[in-house]
């Protein structure tokens, strides 16, 4: 049970250059959630979706973009890198976002690097 | 808006000593909360989590947390460390809001382990 996946793993970018990360889920899961990661800020939501063909944006959302085409994955783009997209990224998913009491499960992150 | 608070960004204590980390939350209703633990290069895994009920919750790898709503406060303790355990700790509130359930978390809590 490989839980939820993230490719690639790590990646270098120069700036102005695009990218997409990919999640992957095999819980069947409805919910799912990209955060970045940064030093000293915890996590912070960037985009979501509570199901297949939908998006949300979340905390930080400006200068990437989401599309969640299967129900098992959840794509984030970034169509122009900046210096300040350099971040750990983390993706997540759950069950039941109705609920207050809504456990995430983690994918291991992507390291990204735009020079 | 829930916010969440762990104002000791390190922390570090010999193996065989007791642990508490500190978290302290904002929200208006009754909180959901969760906390976390990051290995080095992993993601993120769910140490335990408090719905409701008995206000003491015991988690995985021998941790437990206390839910106290009159200092707004969840604290993670364990009573004898291993050095296994160093790793960053986040604190999280998950709450329903207009757009559905949204998890905040902290800026985390670096734990380090001396031998």
């Known amino acids: 049970n490989a839980g939820v996946t993230q490719t690639p793993k790590f990646r270098v970018l120069k700036t102005g250059q695009s990218m997409t990360l990919l999640c992957a889920q095999d819980?069947?899961?409805?919910?799912m959630y990209w955060y970045r990661q940064d030093p000293g800020m915890g996590l912070r939501l960037i985009h979501y979706?509570?199901?297949?063909?939908?998006?949300a944006k979340g905390e930080v959302p400006d200068g990437y973009n989401v599309s969640r085409l299967k129900k098992q994955n959840f794509l984030l783009g970034l169509e122009s890198a900046a210096p300040s997209q350099t971040s750990v990224y983390f993706c997540?998913?759950?069950?039941?976002?109705?609920?207050?009491?809504?456990?995430?499960?983690f994918g291991a992150g992507s390291r990204l690097t735009v020079l | 808006a829930q916010s969440v608070t762990q104002p000791d960004i390190h922390i570090t204590v010999s193996e065989g000593a007791s642990l508490e980390l500190r978290c302290n939350y904002s929200?208006?209703?009754?909180?959901?909360l969760f906390w976390y633990v990051q290995s080095p290069g992993q993601g993120l895994q769910l140490l335990l989590k408090?719905?409701?009920?008995?206000?003491l919750v015991q988690g995985i790898k021998g941790f437990e947390a206390e839910f106290k709503r009159s200092q707004s406060s969840f604290n993670l303790r364990k009573p004898s460390v291993h050095w296994s355990d160093a790793a960053e700790y986040f604190c999280?509130?998950?709450?329903?809001?207009?757009?559905?359930?949204?998890?905040?978390f902290g800026t985390g809590t670096q734990l380090k382990v001396e031998l």
């Open positions: 997540a998913s759950s069950q039941d976002q109705r609920s207050g009491a809504n456990v995430l499960t």
């Open positions: 819980m069947n899961h409805e919910y």
């Open positions: 979706s509570v199901g297949e063909g939908t998006t």
């Open positions: 929200y208006g209703a009754t909180p959901y």
């Open positions: 408090y719905f409701s009920g008995d206000t």
């Open positions: 999280a509130v998950g709450a329903l809001t207009g757009g559905g359930n949204k998890l905040t």
